[in-house]
């Protein structure tokens, strides 16, 4: 019945109305979500507010849609503030919530629902020009035969099977998804459903008709039940269907998953608002398995960005209540913004625990330019790049498409493969997805330094994730998989910092140290993922940058100096996802590390951060789900026991490691004399008062936990004499330098034993270099600077012979600049003129 509502309000509310850009305002009213105490009746509630009931919210339980007429609804909207204050004032005084008589406190949450926008991108970066540009090489006539008795064997008579380099890749021997010994082996996607979340999927064309599956499918846009592309450009979707469904038969090609089904859920052709967007993902999730979504915010490398409350609790619901339980597996394309230093941490789908990020590899294992890197990507698999594209599935009866690319591209296969790992072991859940994905996944590319080899012995790289998908590796060990236990997690307190952050090569640490009761407390067994939320206040967000670096010092670049970021704001309760971590020991120090790289009239406070273990009970049995998430709330009660401490602790004097946008700086001296250095002193004070707080908060706290945080500063020696502090606090401040010094010199050599087989070893090498090598090998096209421009030529050469407009073309020049971005996908054009201030902006 409330499915039936969902749809009633879809149609009701969205049908009709596709011309106009607000579908729910057509009748002149403003609607608001509400989430209600499970006792109550939405009618009860419409009744006391005035309001009218539209229905519940996709499959949201107790949350509905109502409306009021939009010259009252100010009053509607200053009623729902009102109770939320007062619930927040008393659960500030620790009163029971619940538990009262006013029937307003029915009311759990409410949010106004914002007009719907186009704020979602398609993304596949068109490589124009990879067809006229293919490889002229020819195979080995022994892999051409390979192919011939695999489709022979299999009975694929499909034309352009034999272009689908990603299935079975004649050229490139393994480059390819590895996915044809496991059809031989007879699977081959029975009985999955993978819901291509897009701009539609076209129902007639002969290569997905057989495997259309109507009923998990809807549109979104139009309203209606059938996803059918309306608009020229409706093609990425179908495009993408046909790489995880293409059915096996006389057209076109085949898809990874040809014995799936694939419904079509249509979004991105029109604005949408939170509550179709929240019902979209989840519809139908008791029947559609996987929801492949290539689109997300902007890739611009200044736009960061997450979906509302309303979204990230229909996520949730997907994982804990989709597939009856077992959980929805939502599979999302890390992003195409690469080469504008963009990076899939800022995106708030990408950088959910809840999604599968894939990134790109190319047919000949090179990273492809576009791709985003990342703490938050798990994998890799093929796209476009050095010459070609994906094969697939066009719009049309008979229509194929030679030049699919992008991250958009090689979300789909990785949902493919998810489909046969689930048509094989219908019974694995979310989370043994992940655990597969990454026990599965190859590495590639081993020895281009982005590699670190973790705890696990596994290896993590935010190029690669843990490498890219093996299909037969990954649907072997999907059938004799031990189920995980459910998901439990540890949430360490508001961790208050309040710290100027020093500019140039100083990071500002603050530490936390997780110890096993916690854990035992919290019935935390293995670490999976890392969320680490903060605040920060600055008034130019790129030039920030965060590292989360753990107990066995494996270090995540949580966020990175994005220098198109000009935002005058931090970050707002932004919570960065680490996969990096899957299968620490998570008892010990965690340390955040914040860095503002670029000295410059733009500064900011590191205010507050909390993080997140998430893994696997101990004891299942006893394990909860965890609760819908919550909405921003700038009241962060912090704990006595927790409160940061800083320090002043010397830096290395070489290179300044958090550099990231060399094309205004890298001649800059790294190093600024101490006469140089204004932010010097006012670091200097806070940490003395801090230190003071510290000492206090330690005797008094907990030895439960502590945390502290400690600036690096080159000079300090020139300033240690006249430090101006207690005796006390001096002596506080030397030990503690001395056991950080030492710290970091341990880390250094365990970095040195790491990398003695380098490219390079520079006797000048330090930890804190070490350390920016790997950021900057996430970040290519960033810098001249010596290892940076090697790596940029690394991949340059990847691309030999091709120039960079082939995997990244762009031709509408008089365009704004974000909006060349937004139209990125669905150029058809060979013709394109490289955009002159993207190379501009490599050099
Ligand atoms: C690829 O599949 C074959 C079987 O077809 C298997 O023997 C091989 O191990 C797989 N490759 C990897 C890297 O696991
Ligand atoms: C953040 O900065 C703004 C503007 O400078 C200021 O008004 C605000 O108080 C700051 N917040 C904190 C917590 O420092
Ligand atoms: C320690 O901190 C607590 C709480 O902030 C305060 O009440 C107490 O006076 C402090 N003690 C000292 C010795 O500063």
Same mark, same amino acid.
């Given at each position: ?419 046969? !790992? ?138 990175? !100096? ?282």
């Amino acid at each position: 019945m409330r499915f039936v509502s969902g749809i009633a309000l879809a149609v009701g509310l969205a049908g009709a109305a596709s011309a106009t850009i607000h579908p729910r305002s057509q009748d002149s009213r403003d609607f608001f979500a509400l989430h209600l105490d499970t006792a109550t009746s939405p009618d009860h509630v419409a009744r006391m507010l005035g309001a009218r009931h539209e229905g519940q919210i996709g499959q949201l339980t107790d949350h509905h849609t109502f409306s009021f007429p939009r010259d009252q609804s100010s009053d509607l909207a200053a009623l729902l503030d009102n109770i939320k204050t007062k619930r927040k004032v008393r659960r500030r005084s620790g009163e029971n919530v619940a538990r009262s008589a006013d029937p307003l406190d029915s009311i759990l949450w409410s949010q106004k629902i914002a007009p719907p926008r186009q704020r979602l991108q398609k993304r596949a970066p068109p490589p124009s020009e990879a067809i006229a540009r293919r490889l002229n090489d020819v195979p080995e006539k022994s892999a051409i035969d390979a192919q011939s008795d695999i489709a022979s064997t299999l009975g694929i008579s499909d034309p352009i099977f034999k272009e689908q380099w990603h299935l079975f890749n004649p050229l490139q021997p393994g480059h390819d998804l590895n996915v044809t010994g496991i059809w031989l082996e007879g699977v081959t996607g029975h009985g999955v459903v993978t819901a291509i979340v897009d701009d539609g999927l076209d129902f007639d064309s002969n290569d997905l008709k057989p495997n259309y599956f109507a009923e998990g499918s809807y549109d979104f846009n139009e309203g209606g039940p059938e996803p059918r592309p309306l608009l020229i450009d409706d093609k990425h979707g179908t495009r993408c269907s046909g790489e995880i469904g293409a059915a096996k038969n006389d057209y076109c090609g085949v898809g990874v998953a040809y014995d799936s089904k694939v419904a079509g859920i249509r979004i991105l052709s029109a604005p949408i608002d939170d509550v179709d967007e929240a019902a979209a993902i989840n519809y139908e999730f008791q029947k559609n398995d996987i929801y492949s979504c290539s689109w997300g915010p902007i890739d611009d490398g200044a736009t960061m960005d997450a979906p509302g409350v309303l979204i990230k609790r229909a996520m949730v619901n997907g994982v804990q209540k989709g597939r009856d339980g077992k959980g929805s597996i939502f599979v999302f394309a890390a992003g195409n913004g690469a080469q504008y230093g963009d990076n899939c941490n800022f995106d708030g789908y990408t950088n959910s625990i809840y999604s599968i990020t894939v990134g790109a590899i190319d047919r000949q294992g090179s990273h492809p330019s576009y791709s985003e890197s990342c703490s938050a990507q798990l994998v890799v698999a093929y796209s476009s790049g050095s010459g070609d594209a994906i094969h697939t599935t066009d719009v049309g009866a008979n229509s194929c498409y030679s030049n699919h690319g992008g991250t958009s591209a090689a979300g789909p296969l990785a949902a493919g493969t998810v489909a046969l !790992a689930l048509s094989a072991r219908p019974e694995l859940t979310w989370r043994d997805i992940q655990y597969l994905m990454v026990e599965t996944a190859v590495p590639v590319s081993e020895t281009d330094g982005s590699w670190q080899t973790l705890p696990s012995g596994r290896k993590f790289s935010h190029d690669w994730g843990f490498g890219k998908v093996d299909t037969y590796s990954l649907v072997h060990k999907a059938q004799t998989w031990e189920l995980v236990k459910p998901q439990a997690w540890y949430t360490s307190p508001w961790l208050r910092v309040h710290h100027n952050i020093p500019q140039g090569s100083q990071g500002l640490l603050s530490k936390f140290t997780v110890t096993a009761d916690q854990l035992k407390d919290a019935n935390f067994g293995r670490l999976e993922h890392v969320t680490v939320t903060m605040n920060i206040n600055h008034s130019r967000r790129g030039d920030l940058s965060v590292e989360l670096r753990s107990p066995a010092g494996i270090i995540s670049y949580l966020s990175v !100096a994005r220098h198109r970021d000009k935002e005058p704001v931090g970050y707002l309760d932004w919570t960065f996802m680490s996969v990096a971590h899957w299968g620490e020991p998570a008892v010990g120090e965690w340390t955040v590390i914040v860095k503002d790289s670029e000295v410059n009239d733009f500064s900011g406070e590191f205010i507050d951060w909390r993080f997140n273990l998430w893994g696997e009970a101990v004891d299942g049995t006893t394990q909860g789900l965890h609760p819908l998430p919550d909405e921003h709330d700038d009241d962060h009660p912090y704990e006595e026991a927790h409160v940061a401490t800083t320090t002043l602790e010397p830096a290395p004097s070489k290179t300044n490691p958090a550099v990231t946008n060399p094309d205004e700086h890298h001649d800059r001296p790294v190093n600024q004399k101490p006469t140089d250095q204004p932010s010097a002193p006012t670091v200097t004070q806070p940490a003395d008062e801090e230190l003071e707080v510290v000492n206090n908060g330690t005797t008094a706290g907990s030895a439960a936990s502590s945390t502290s945080t400690a600036v690096s500063d080159n000079y300090l020696s020139s300033y240690l004499p006249t430090f101006g502090a207690s005796k006390r606090t001096q002596v506080w401040i030397y030990a503690s330098l001395g056991m950080i010094i030492v710290f970091f010199i341990g880390l250094g050599v365990f970095f040195q034993l790491q990398r003695l087989k380098r490219r390079r070893t520079n006797p000048q090498d330090d930890y804190e270099f070490e350390m920016i090598e790997d950021e900057d090998e996430m970040h290519p096209m960033t810098g001249p600077g010596g290892r940076t421009q090697r790596r940029g030529g690394e991949l340059y050469n990847a691309f030999a012979g091709e120039s960079d407009e082939e995997i990244f073309s762009e031709d509408d020049e008089e365009k704004p600049y974000r909006d060349r971005l937004a139209n990125i996908p669905e150029r058809d054009d060979e013709e394109s003129s490289p955009g002159s201030h993207l190379l501009t902006e490599k050099h």
